[in-house]
């Protein structure tokens, strides 16, 4: 892929990321950014660093994919006064690769399933409740169930799947009645 081609797809996926978080939030589904120029630059490093992993799995690097992500974690997170409630959601999502890359390479720099449940709480954070149901968020409460059952704890884990569950269930219901003619 040559430098063109990348940077444009690269500002096509900012494009559209920035255009599905606009239209999220003028359907009143995610509270608007009072700044959106820091939620855009947010998209961006996001995209970048996803792109950044991908190549890195590519090459089977799944330690360096790894490190990339565990780097996103040292950034300082706007709070949704600054940025709205997408910079929640792309929270989720970053921790959410994380985890499940943490899950499927338990060789790679070993965590305890205690450390990856700490992970998953600092991920989600402690209003992740009143953010508007979507599909990272639904990805990582799933994942805190999959924790919870490696830490013996079925309840816990069978809370957090009923959680992603509903979550989930929520998402195809909006799917279904904004494709209805």
């Keep these: 892929m040559t430098r063109h081609t990348w940077i444009a797809t690269l500002l096509g996926a900012v494009v559209g990321a920035g255009v599905m978080l606009a239209g999220l939030a003028q359907a009143g589904r995610l509270a608007p950014a009072p700044r959106p120029e820091v939620l855009v ?27 990339a992500l565990e780097q996103m974690r040292t950034i300082a997170w706007p709070e949704p006064a600054v940025a709205g409630d997408a910079a929640a959601v792309l929270r989720h999502d970053v921790y959410g690769r994380l985890v499940r890359l943490r899950l499927d390479h338990p060789d790679v720099d070993p965590k305890t399933p205690d450390a990856l449940a700490e992970l998953v709480g600092e991920g989600l954070g402690a209003d992740y409740k009143a953010i508007a149901t979507n599909a990272f968020t639904a990805r990582l409460v799933g994942l805190r169930g999959e924790i919870a059952e490696k830490q013996g704890r079925d309840g816990d884990a069978l809370s957090a799947y009923e959680e992603a569950l509903d979550m989930n269930r929520a998402l195809l219901q909006q799917a279904l009645a904004g494709a209805a003619p």
């Design 41 to 67: 630059t947010l998209a961006q490093t996001v995209e970048a660093e996803h792109r950044r992993v991908d190549l890195l799995l590519k090459q089977r690097d799944y330690a360096g994919a790894i490190a």
